[in-house]
């Protein structure tokens, strides 16, 4: 809805947001813990699934910009001196890179010219020429106006390094550009609350398939625990609805503790329906 002095936001985000959005918004914060709100986010993470068009990723929530995460991918998918394919079409793939080097990754920088999407042939060359880690493709850089074809590339690097993980800034272009993590073979896809979501800024949500859940539990045997390690033990107990999950994630959750009366609305009335 319009701001109160009438002038119409029109960016990529912060977007305008709905009434009930607001409405919601200016209400008391619940408990962390109170039982209604773990029902509550429970349900907010299988509607994810829904919105990334996936029945097996992992969401994550956390408190935070579009861009934590990069952070979010390069700390849990990589080790030092890993190589990074960067698919750059503006300055979002630039700023990638830049967070990837700062965990020491490498950084392979396949450059496009100013408003070119991602070449499909030049990604398999790259790709035939040396190997990667994880493949980083932005679906929509608003600097440069560009919208690449995820489906086209993802099926090439799978195709040519199956091993390879496919990952995908979609800050503003998740539920507004379509994306099938399933059917498409992304392996991690991150955006942020304010952009197609329609809710306020604050948080970040990324969506892991089984195979990175995978590499990030494993990881946690070898390494000090990441983000991602700490962040599905929350999840997982919430989801599993084990009667003892408060004591389980209390010290942890508070970051995530408004994420449900702000991003779907319609949660409760969703898990009524599912009960009846």
Avoid at 22 to 31: C, D, Q
Avoid at 169 to 176: E, S, Y
Avoid at 253 to 265: K, N
Wanted: hydrophobic share 40%; charged share 20%.
């Amino acid at each position: 809805m319009p701001q109160k002095d009438g002038k119409l936001l029109m960016i990529p985000g912060p977007c305008e947001f709905h009434e009930d959005v607001l409405k919601v918004v200016g209400e008391a914060s619940p408990s962390h813990v109170a039982p209604s709100f773990i029902e509550e986010f429970g349900s907010t993470i299988g509607m994810l699934r829904k919105v990334f068009l996936t029945s097996t990723g992992q969401p994550f929530v956390i408190a935070g910009s579009g861009s934590l995460g990069w952070d979010f991918v390069a700390c849990n998918l990589m080790e030092p001196g890993e190589k990074a394919l960067i698919c750059n079409t503006g300055y979002f793939s630039d700023s990638w890179a830049t967070c990837i080097k700062a965990y020491k990754g490498q950084v392979v920088n396949l450059q496009m010219p100013v408003g070119g999407a991602v070449c499909p042939k030049m990604l398999e060359a790259a790709l035939k020429k040396e190997k990667y880690k994880i493949v980083c493709l932005t679906q929509v850089d608003t600097s440069t106006g560009v919208k690449n074809d995820i489906k086209t590339l993802a099926s090439i690097v799978k195709t040519v390094q199956p091993e390879c993980l496919v990952t995908v800034d979609g800050v503003c272009a998740f539920a507004a550009e379509e994306l099938r993590f399933d059917d498409w073979g992304i392996d991690a896809a991150l955006t942020g609350s304010q952009k197609a979501l329609g809710v306020p800024p604050g948080l970040m949500v990324c969506v892991m398939s089984q195979v990175v859940v995978v590499l990030v539990v494993i990881d946690s045997d070898v390494k000090e625990e990441s983000q991602g390690q700490l962040y599905l033990h929350i999840i997982l107990h919430i989801e599993t609805a084990n009667d003892h999950r408060i004591l389980l994630f209390h010290q942890c959750i508070d970051s995530m503790a408004y994420f449900s009366y702000l991003l779907l609305l319609s949660s409760e009335s969703s898990a009524s329906s599912e009960k009846s």
